[in-house]
């Protein structure tokens, strides 16, 4: 186990819906990354954020935004959603200090039909 | 920005062998340099990593070496086992500026009974 807390595991939804994935880093961890993985794809680099603001940004669509909250949980919001936004998402989290090891969560499968 | 190259992307070799993955990178300031193992339908785990300020590191079967200059990194997992069988991500990192951390495409490893 990992820390890193991801909710839904799974989720099925309609194309042009909304959904919002929930990630909860390890204790302490200030830094949180998102990533899409597509079926036999590697990890594409969609958003980080230390300490509740946004450090870095990937390829991340405009129909997709995130934020960190206060008590340091974020939030993946994808939006008009399609076929292709089909994948896995990981939340992962780092101390964003020294170490900056980067631990992932179990991930969110989302499928969209 | 970052980019990190992988390679080979798939790569059998015969249980007891040695396994070689390699890795480039574009950004000179990168400083931290993890591997992940991924196995099918599991978040990604750190195995290993290096920093810009050591050459090699070893642990167990798995050893990382790190040529600076010539901006690649390599993973080298001797006596292969069944269970090594996955997908290895190669990363790189600026640790201390933005963090992003990017990761290659992956490499599937396959152990050949």
């Known amino acids: 186990d990992s820390g890193v807390t991801q909710t839904p595991k799974h989720l099925i939804t309609a194309t042009g819906q909304r959904v919002t994935l929930r990630c909860s880093p390890r204790s302490g961890d200030l830094s949180v990354y998102w990533y899409q993985q597509s079926l036999d794809q590697g990890l594409q680099f969609l958003i980080q954020y230390y300490n509740g603001e946004e450090r870095a940004k990937g390829n991340i669509l405009e129909r997709f935004s995130a934020q960190q909250f206060p008590d340091l949980h974020s939030e993946l919001n994808l939006s008009s959603l399609e076929l292709g936004d089909s994948a896995l998402y990981f939340c992962?989290?780092?101390?964003?200090?020294?170490?900056?090891?980067?631990?992932f969560g179990e991930g969110s499968w989302l499928t969209v039909v | 920005g970052e980019n990190v190259e992988q390679h080979p992307s798939t790569l059998s070799v015969q249980e007891g062998d040695s396994a070689v993955i390699k890795c480039t990178y574009s950004?000179?300031?990168?400083?931290?340099f993890p591997w992940y193992k991924q196995e099918l339908g599991k978040r990604p785990q750190l195995i290993i990593d290096?920093?810009?300020?050591?050459g090699e590191k070893k642990d167990q079967r798995i050893a990382v070496t790190l040529n600076k200059t010539a901006k690649h990194f390599s993973l080298h997992i001797t006596e292969t086992q069944p269970e090594d069988s996955a997908v290895y991500f190669c990363a790189a990192s600026t640790r201390n500026r933005d963090d992003k951390i990017i990761f290659g495409k992956g490499t599937r490893l396959h152990i050949l009974p």
């Open positions: 950004d000179s300031a990168s400083n931290y």
């Open positions: 290096i920093r810009s300020n050591v």
């Open positions: 992962a989290s780092s101390d964003g200090g020294a170490e900056n090891t980067i631990y």
